[in-house]
């Protein structure tokens, strides 16, 4: 079974970057998808981030649109989701997931397409 781990998390100020990282144990397959998604106290869970391997494309939500970046590493089977700009509202436990299927662009940033969880990573944006 694929193994996610998210790291990178931590405490900044308002305005200021984190890198989080996805590391997978494997890509099963060439085309896969990695997806970022978070979780603030007594919010459910949103999808924030996704590229998909076979074509390079991502996807990203309007809360986070110009601000985060999500690429592929050059080496490996890591993921990166650099996040500049931080405001308070982004903070929460950050998850990264994979799915193995033909996500569609529309169905990038829904929990619903991954079958591979990593545990969090937190993320706290102090004001």
């Known amino acids: 079974e694929v193994q996610l781990q998210a790291s990178g998390g931590g405490l900044v100020h308002a305005g200021g970057s984190l890198r989080l990282s996805c590391a997978a144990s494997?890509?099963?397959?060439?085309?896969?998808?990695i997806g970022w998604f978070r979780q603030a106290p007594g919010s459910e869970r949103e999808g924030i981030s996704a590229?998909?391997?076979?074509?390079?494309?991502?996807n990203y939500a309007d809360s986070v649109r110009g601000r985060f970046t999500v690429a592929k590493g050059t080496a490996g089977n890591t993921v990166y989701l650099q996040m500049d700009n931080l405001r308070p509202e982004d903070t929460g436990l950050y998850y990264c997931?994979?799915?193995?299927?033909?996500?569609?662009?529309?169905?990038?940033?829904?929990?619903?397409?991954?079958?591979?969880w990593g545990q969090g990573t937190q993320v706290t944006v102090s004001s």
């Open positions: 997931a994979l799915d193995v299927g033909h996500v569609t662009y529309t169905r990038m940033l829904d929990a619903d397409e991954y079958q591979f």
């Open positions: 590229f998909r391997t076979w074509d390079a494309v991502s």
């Open positions: 494997e890509f099963p397959r060439e085309a896969i998808t």
